[in-house]
């Protein structure tokens, strides 16, 4: 058995022994008194952070649910856009007329294609051809050469048009940086651009004094203009409506982009321009060579208009020379 010894607490080992009791015994008794204050503490540090994680996942959450929102916004604006002009409306003779900028009726229309069918066909009687050719001419010039005019002219205007959008849209940027709204921005270039881009904003701020929206207006500028830079204007707008943003930075890349385009199909023309001038040289070489073996030896040519077997051969060669030119057409020109 183990008997107490009062000895061992006699002399330098004793006293550390003491104090080392001691010093236990006084742990002891503080844990017991402070641990309920520090597992409270610990408690609600833990609660606090609890907390703060649970509202900092919350606006993260809320952060990624707006943006996700946003992107699905830009996603269906972007789809029904693309819904919207892969639908292929028929071009009707009014719509065409309207795109080349004439202000002329389509009673005024087919009474210009009459005179410009029977004028060409008078043509031809004087000329010495025969009844059947003049007859001919009569409703492919009436028909054909009227239209090619107004593909001409809707062409240049559109030409015009995209050589002074750009600055139209940098009008825009300037005046949306400078607290002006867009349709105050939109009554200036209306104002002050050139033509075509003058006339086309104007319908689009008369349009909306009526009521009609911007991005509706939009859309019916690209049917008067259906060019791409007029739809990337539509989408931008129509973005910019349903899920906000930066208007001025969103029309100064746009305005960026159109330039750059403008730099590339400039590049693609020149790079182009000595197919186009051989093709011209081929497809007017017969031509030529006709009109000068005309003027040095008359009779020698004129078997080809007075002959029947010539006027075959002439319509049979003005055949091939048109597929050929058309086929050269195709291969010069460069749609990007």
């Not at 996942?57 to 992107?71: C, L, P, V």
Request: charged share 25%; proline share 4%.
């Amino acid at each position: 058995m183990f008997e107490f010894d009062p000895a061992i607490f006699e002399g330098d080992i004793g006293i550390i022994v003491l104090a080392f009791l001691g010093t236990l015994a006084l742990g002891g008794i503080a844990f017991v008194l402070i641990d309920p204050l520090l597992s409270g503490e610990r408690k609600m540090n833990k609660r606090k952070r609890n907390l703060t994680d649970r509202v900092a996942n919350k606006d993260r959450i809320s952060a990624q649910e707006t943006a996700q929102n946003r992107r699905k916004n830009i996603q269906d604006s972007l789809s029904e856009l693309e819904k919207q002009s892969r639908k292929k409306k028929k071009l009707t003779l009014k719509t065409s007329i309207e795109r080349a900028g004439l202000e002329i009726s389509l009673t005024q229309f087919w009474i210009l294609s009459a005179i410009v069918g029977l004028a060409n066909g008078i043509f031809v009687l004087f000329a010495g051809g025969p009844a059947f050719l003049a007859a001919l001419a009569v409703p492919a010039m009436g028909l054909g050469l009227p239209r090619w005019v107004l593909r001409f002219l809707r062409n240049r205007r559109q030409t015009k048009f995209i050589e002074e959008f750009a600055n139209s849209l940098d009008v825009v940027v300037r005046g949306v940086k400078t607290g002006l709204p867009v349709n105050d921005c939109f009554q200036m270039i209306a104002a002050e651009a050139a033509e075509p881009v003058c006339s086309e904003f104007k319908l689009v701020v008369e349009a909306q004094r009526l009521g009609i929206p911007l991005d509706e207006g939009l859309e019916r500028m690209f049917d008067r203009m259906p060019l791409a830079e007029v739809s990337f204007l539509a989408i931008v707008m129509a973005i910019q409506k349903e899920s906000g943003g930066n208007l001025s930075e969103a029309l100064g890349n746009l305005s960026k982009v159109l330039r750059e385009r403008k730099k590339m199909k400039g590049k693609i023309t020149a790079m182009s321009q000595e197919a186009k001038s051989s093709a011209a040289i081929i497809g007017s070489l017969p031509i030529l060579v006709m009109g000068i073996v005309y003027l040095s030896t008359p009779e020698y040519i004129t078997l080809l208009w007075t002959d029947p077997t010539g006027q075959v051969m002439l319509g049979v060669s003005a055949f091939w020379m048109t597929c050929g030119v058309l086929v050269m057409k195709k291969m010069i020109n460069f749609d990007f």
